[in-house]
Nanobody, 124 residues
Framework: QVQLVESGGGLVQAGGSLRLSCAAS????????MGWFRQAPGKEREFVAV???????HYSESVKGRFTVSRDKDKNIVSLQMDALNPEDTAVYYC??????????????????WGQGTLVIVSP
């Protein structure tokens, strides 16, 4: 069974850092793009970051320069290092996997596999 499981969420003060991890099981995602989305209360899910199978990365403008996405293909894990957090970053963060980077960066794109999410709360 294909599964993505996020971990590392929690409560942090503004200006602090958190590192999220996503472990995949059931299949290999070596040739897939893997990334992160988030959804704040009352808002739609939005793209955060993605890393392609070749290692290329893309970020939303709101997190560029503060967040860093990386992956370990051998261990089937993708991570998101979040620095300089602010209250606007408060959301449930979801891991995602798809064969195409554009499936995540495009507003009309679709994602094949989703994790269940991990909550990040940034206090003022």
């Amino acid at each position: 069974q294909v599964q993505l499981v996020e971990s590392g969420g929690g409560l942090v003060q503004a200006g602090g850092s958190l590192r999220l991890s996503c472990a995949a099981s059931g299949r290999t995602f070596r040739a897939y793009a893997m990334g992160w989305f988030r959804q704040a209360p009352g808002k739609e899910r939005e793209f955060v970051a993605v890393i392609g199978w070749s290692g290329d990365t893309h970020y939303s403008e709101s997190v560029k320069g503060r967040f860093t996405v990386s992956r370990d293909k051998d261990k089937n894990i993708v991570s998101l290092q979040m620095d300089a957090l602010n209250p606007e970053d408060t959301a449930v963060y979801y891991c995602a996997a798809d064969r195409y980077v554009v499936s995540m960066t495009s507003p009309r794109g679709t994602v094949e596999v989703w994790g269940q999410g991990t909550l990040v709360i940034v206090s003022p």
